[in-house]
C-alpha cells in the first residue's frame, strides 16, 4: 500500500454550490497542483473563471522504499520521545505503508508511548483516525508554532521524529523545523513519507511562469509549499527567477491555501492572499471575492469595464477579444481617456507591422466585440481613446 502524498488542501467541493453569481467571469487563474487539480478547477469554473493548469510537482511515493521503512523499524524499536505530525494526508499515508508491512500495530503502539504533536487541525484529525491523542497542536497550523512550543518546553537531548515534506530546498519551511531543533540540542529523526520532483515534462510550468511574467493571468493558485519551492526552482533554471517575483509582487497575486504554504513566498517579500480556512472551497471563495475587487475597472460610456489579462468584462459579461483586440484595450487603458495615435497603436498590434489600415480595421472588431461602439472614440486627425466618464476622469 503506496504512502500518501502532501497535504496540498482538503477537499471541500460542497463549499461551492452552483449559483448564478459568475465573479470571476473573463478572470484567468493558473493552478499549480498536482493533486485534487480537477476539484479546484470546477470551483472556479463554477465562478466563471478560464483556468491555466500546470501541476508543479511529481509525487513518488516511498511504501516501497527501504528508508522509509528503516526508520519506521527505527521508530518502533525506540519509539522518540517527541513525534511531530505535519500533514494529515502525509500521516495516513505513513500508517498505510505501515500497515502494508504487517507493522502498522507496532507502529502505532510505539507512537502511543511518544508525545505526538499536530502542526493543524488536518494531522490532528488522522492522529486520531489511528487511534491516537495529539498532546498539543498550534491554532494556525504553523511550523514557527510548533517550534515556539517545543523550544519554551527545552528539546535538549530528547529525539524528536519529524514528518517531513518530500524534498529539501531551501524555499521549503520545513527543512528549518529540523534545522532549529537540532540546533537546539535535539537528536532529528527524519520521517520521509513521500517524495517529490517536478514534472518530468515542465511545459505547462515554462508556459505558467512566462504567462505569469508577462500578465497574462490574473493570478496563480498555490496549494502546497513544495509546488512554490517547485515553481520558483523552476523558474531560476530559467535565468528568470528575479522576473518571476517582480510579477508576483506587482501584478499577478499569489493565491495561497494557508500559511505553511504562503511561508516561502513571503519570506521573499511576495504578498499573499489566503483565506481564513486552509481549505480549497474557502481559497475559492476568497479568490471571487478578491480578484475582482482588486481589478482595474473604469467607467466608459456609461457601462463598467475591467481589463483583466486576457481579455475585459462590460457590466460584468465576459467579451472574447482577438489578440489585436486586447492588444488594444491595453493601449487605450494604459492612461485611460487620454488619446492614443494610430502609430502608436499600430505598433501595439501583433506584429507591430502594416500601415494604420490594420488598426482601422482592429479597431472596428474592437468596438462590435465590446458591444458599445461609443465606447471607443474617433478623435480627428489625432487617433483613438475610450470615451471615459467625466465624473471618472476628475476622481
Known amino acids: 500500500m503506496s504512502a500518501a502524498p502532501p497535504a496540498e ?81 502525509g500521516f495516513r499515508g505513513w500508517m498505510e505503508a505501515a500497515d502494508g508491512w504487517g507493522a502498522a500495530e507496532k507502529l502505532i503502539d510505539a507512537l502511543g508511548r511518544s508525545t505526538v504533536v499536530a502542526r493543524g487541525p488536518k494531522a490532528k484529525g488522522a492522529i486520531r483516525a489511528a487511534g491516537l491523542r495529539e498532546e498539543w497542536s498550534p491554532p494556525n497550523e504553523s511550523s514557527s508554532e510548533v517550534i515556539d512550543h517545543l523550544l519554551g518546553q527545552g528539546v535538549d537531548g530528547l529525539r524528536i521524529g519529524v514528518q517531513l515534506h518530500g524534498a529539501t530546498t531551501e524555499w521549503e519551511p520545513l527543512p528549518d523545523l529540523c534545522a532549529v531543533l537540532r ?46 519551492a517547485s515553481m520558483l526552482g523552476r523558474a531560476r533554471d530559467l535565468d528568470v527567477l528575479d522576473e518571476f517575483l517582480h510579477a508576483l509582487r506587482t501584478t499577478v497575486p499569489a493565491l495561497c491555501v494557508g500559511a505553511v504554504t504562503a511561508a516561502p513566498l513571503q519570506a521573499l517579500q511576495v504578498p499573499t492572499i489566503q483565506p481564513a480556512r486552509f481549505r480549497l472551497g474557502a481559497l475559492a471563495r476568497t479568490i471571487a471575492d478578491e480578484l475582482p475587487r482588486r481589478a482595474q475597472t473604469l467607467r ?14 462590460v457590466d460584468g459579461t465576459a467579451k472574447p477579444l482577438t489578440a489585436a483586440g486586447l492588444a488594444l484595450v491595453r493601449a487605450l487603458t494604459r492612461v485611460p481617456g487620454r488619446v492614443v495615435d494610430r502609430h502608436t497603436l499600430l505598433a501595439a498590434l501583433p506584429g507591430g507591422g502594416g500601415d494604420t489600415h490594420a488598426v482601422e480595421t482592429a479597431m472596428a472588431r474592437l468596438r462590435s466585440a465590446l458591444g458599445d461602439p461609443t465606447m471607443v472614440q474617433t478623435v480627428v486627425k489625432r487617433g483613438y481613446r475610450l470615451a471615459v466618464d467625466l465624473e471618472w476622469e476628475d476622481e
Not at 300 to 313: E, I, S, W
Open 300 to 313: 466608459v460610456a456609461g457601462h463598467d469595464v475591467t481589463v483583466l489579462a486576457r481579455g475585459v468584462t
Open 183 to 228: 540546533e537546539a540540542g535535539a537528536v532529528v529523526v527524519p520521517i520521509p513519507v513521500y517524495r517529490w520532483t517536478p514534472p518530468a515534462d515542465t511545459t505547462a510550468m515554462d508556459q505558467m511562469i512566462r504567462a505569469t511574467i508577462g500578465h497574462d493571468i490574473d493570478g496563480i493558485t498555490f496549494t502546497s509549499a513544495p509546488a512554490v
Open 9 to 89: 488542501a482538503a477537499q471541500d467541493v460542497s463549499a461551492a454550490s452552483p449559483g448564478p453569481s459568475m465573479p470571476l467571469a473573463g478572470f484567468t487563474i493558473g493552478i499549480t497542483a498536482a493533486r485534487r487539480a480537477d476539484e479546484f478547477e470546477a470551483l472556479l469554473c463554477r465562478r466563471g473563471a478560464e483556468v491555466l493548469h500546470a501541476p508543479a510537482i511529481r509525487i513518488i511515493p516511498l511504501a516501497d522504499d527501504a528508508e522509509l521503512e528503516r526508520v519506521t523499524a527505527e521508530i518502533t524499536a525506540d519509539p522518540p520521545d517527541i513525534v511531530i505530525a505535519t500533514t494529515g494526508i
